[in-house]
């Protein structure tokens, strides 16, 4: 009975809303909680603003076996202001962490990307910390039609 | 052993901003999955990848198992000398593989 009025409601406001809706009320299993105290052993006590990161990931995915990641941060990239470190996490792998990177002054360009594992649809998040010891954020909500198989026999 | 795909421009400007993309032959396996009798097959993964401009770390990074077999990452560096750009990648099982690329500068 329950679900069938989540799902009315959904229908009501798919109008507008679209596929975020439809993930954030799909039975969350595992371990935003992990993901945000893997996120606190990385980068401490410090404040996350959402901004100046931008997280390439395409929303929808075939085969959670690679998927194309990139990170790109505004930032000047001179020796007073740049990026430090990059940092990715996921939500529902096994493990939170994905990428941590670490650059300088001297990249030129804070833009890194990779290609990365996803075990289900579920959010991905970036963080940036900058040389004034600030944290910027970017996160994506990314679909997977087949996920990382965890349980492949071999 | 590990056969690593690396592409730097072989000349650059003073100052250009470049682009670095390297790829390494690794399974990647995550230590998360289970082989037909049942047990755990055990992690295998590279772990760090360091990359060195005439001997200054210009980019590091730690990998974990979320990260795709056989390891694609990209980043950027300022051309500032010619010289050699090392790339170092360590990981699980004693893995250790180096690969250097020459850079013309002008």
């Given at each position: 009975?329950?679900?069938?009025?989540?799902?009315?409601?959904?229908?009501?406001?798919?109008?507008?809303?679209?596929?975020?809706?439809?993930?954030?009320?799909?039975?969350?299993e595992?371990?935003?909680?992990?993901?945000?105290?893997?996120?606190?052993?990385?980068i401490?006590?410090a404040?996350?603003?959402?901004?100046?990161?931008?997280?390439?990931?395409?929303?929808?995915v075939?085969?959670?076996?690679?998927?194309a990641?990139?990170?790109?941060?505004?930032?000047?990239?001179?020796?007073?202001?740049?990026v430090k470190?990059?940092?990715v996490?996921?939500?529902?792998?096994?493990?939170?962490?994905?990428?941590?990177?670490?650059?300088?002054?001297?990249?030129?360009?804070?833009?890194?990307?990779?290609?990365?594992?996803?075990?289900?649809?579920?959010k991905?998040i970036?963080?940036?910390?900058?040389?004034?010891?600030?944290?910027?954020?970017?996160?994506?909500?990314?679909?997977i039609?087949?996920?990382?198989?965890?349980?492949?026999?071999? | 052993?590990?056969?690593?795909?690396?592409?730097?421009?072989?000349?650059?400007?003073?100052?250009?901003?470049?682009?670095?993309?390297?790829?390494i032959?690794?399974?990647?396996?995550?230590?998360?999955?289970?082989?037909?009798?049942?047990?755990?097959?055990?992690?295998d993964?590279?772990?760090?990848?360091?990359?060195?401009?005439?001997?200054?770390?210009?980019?590091?990074?730690?990998?974990?198992p979320?990260?795709?077999?056989?390891?694609?990452?990209?980043?950027?560096?300022?051309?500032?000398?010619?010289?050699?750009?090392?790339?170092?990648?360590?990981?699980?099982?004693?893995?250790?593989?180096?690969?250097?690329?020459?850079?013309?500068?002008?």
């Open positions: 009975m329950r679900r069938e009025t989540t799902r009315r409601d959904l229908l009501l406001a798919a109008g507008g809303l679209g596929l975020a809706t439809v993930v954030t009320v799909r039975p969350s595992a371990t935003p909680a992990s993901m945000q105290e893997a996120i606190r052993k990385v401490g006590e404040q996350v603003t959402p901004g100046k990161v931008k997280l390439d990931i395409p929303p929808l075939e085969n959670g076996n690679t998927v990641c990139a990170v790109n941060v505004d930032s000047p990239m001179t020796a007073q202001s740049y470190a990059i940092h996490f996921n939500e529902k792998n096994p493990q939170p962490n994905v990428i941590s990177a670490w650059l300088g002054p001297r990249a030129g360009r804070a833009s890194i990307s990779t290609r990365i594992r996803l075990a289900d649809t579920q991905v970036a963080i940036a910390e900058l040389s004034d010891g600030t944290f910027w954020s970017d996160s994506a909500d990314v679909i039609t087949l996920g990382a198989c965890l349980e492949d026999p071999v | 052993m590990a056969r690593a795909l690396i592409n730097v421009p072989a000349k650059a400007k003073r100052g250009d901003v470049i682009a670095i993309r390297t790829l032959s690794h399974i990647m396996e995550t230590g998360f999955r289970h082989s037909t009798t049942g047990a755990v097959i055990p992690r993964i590279i772990t760090t990848m360091v990359v060195t401009y005439n001997d200054t770390e210009i980019f590091k990074a730690e990998l974990h979320a990260i795709a077999a056989n390891p694609f990452v990209t980043f950027h560096t300022v051309a500032t000398e010619s010289g050699t750009i090392a790339f170092r990648w360590t990981g699980d099982n004693g893995f250790d593989v180096s690969e250097q690329a020459k850079i013309t500068v002008e």
